[in-house]
């Protein structure tokens, strides 16, 4: 009995500080979209040119995926998530003295890259120290990225009108980074690793199911990235205050949260993940018909309808992924060229939603490309029978 304990408290110990890490992936972002109208009202910012506010970041964490891994073997798991909250909480603290588009873009840039050396190293993580509740602990992860969006864009606009300062809105997400700093720190124990057998490193360029899988995540998250980005706006325009439009940004992440959690952990029964990913990608598609054919009567159904959608299929594409490789590394590999690729790809979807935005004078059209993109998904569910795996990665 004693034995159990002593391996299940570290076991508890690091997942908890893996979530209180997580909570820090997405605020950087999340914090911007409410607050977008008063920070334009300071500093000149087309639709377009903000748009580079999260698809930059995006792009830095899909180009940051292809070296983290490298690094974090290089440093160790532990110093490398300590490099990374430092950068995150630099880049975030430095919002309190920006004076200049430049300046906001280069800060979100940052924050980008030290996000990137996380989530390179968590899938690899999480499957070696918790081999026997991969999707669970996955499910956790991935639900703890979302709450600390929904966290930052429910607050943001608080903050603001509280201290009279968009820059103190987007810096005092600093404050989180600290927190998880001085939790990871604390509990070093957890972090003790039999030494790795030298491996040879990966090639999953030449793979097509890892392209095929890339994609299916790119497209899911730019989905995510779209929505993150320019759903508040969008409601500001109909005429919502900023608050509002960020408590309701706030709700969607929320419903995203409890799919992270469920979600995961239904599926964690089986294998066979294609009809958890269908229903996902079906409830993302009614969400998307909603904020466009009916995006003032029923408002808090669609953004219900589309965090449930997002919200499982984030962590689910993950998943399926890692389901594809046994060995931790080698799935560690598989999922940093998975999330660089995606992470390429959806960095695209708000600049080309802004785009839209700025030429045709609506965000409908964003959304009915959004809609067709998930349709398309939806025909790419069907090849992944778990039966084949080993056949399309050897």
Known sequence: MENVRATTRPAFLLMLSIILVALNLRPSMAAIGPLLSAIRLDIPLSFSLAALLTMLPVMAMGLAMFFGLAISQRLGEHRTVVLSLLIVAIATVSRLFLDSAAELIFSAVLAGIGIALIQALMPALIKSRFSDNVALCMGLYVTSIMAGAAIAASFAPVVMNRTGSWRVGLAIWATLAVIALLFWCAQRVGMSTPPAKPTTKENFFTNSRAWLLALFFGLGTASYTCVLA??????????????????????????????????????????????????????????????????????????CLLGLGIGGLFPMSLIVALDHLD??????????????IGYLIAGLSPLIAGVIRDQLGSFEWAWWSL????ALMLMMVVRFNPRHYARHIH
């Open 327 to 340: 060995e931790p590394r080698r799935a560690g590999g598989l999922t940093a060229f998975v999330q660089g």
């Open 230 to 303: 320019w759903l508040a706006p969008y409601y500001v325009e109909k005429g919502w205050s900023e608050q509002n439009a960020g408590l309701l940004l706030g709700f969607l992440t929320a419903m995203e949260v409890l799919s992270g959690l469920l979600t995961p952990a239904i599926a964690n029964r089986s294998r066979e993940r294609r009809w958890v990913l269908a229903v996902l990608l079906v409830l993302i598609i009614a969400g998307f018909f909603g904020l466009i054919l009916s995006p003032q009567s029923l408002s808090l159904l669609w953004p």
């Open 371 to 374: 809609t067709g993109v998930m």
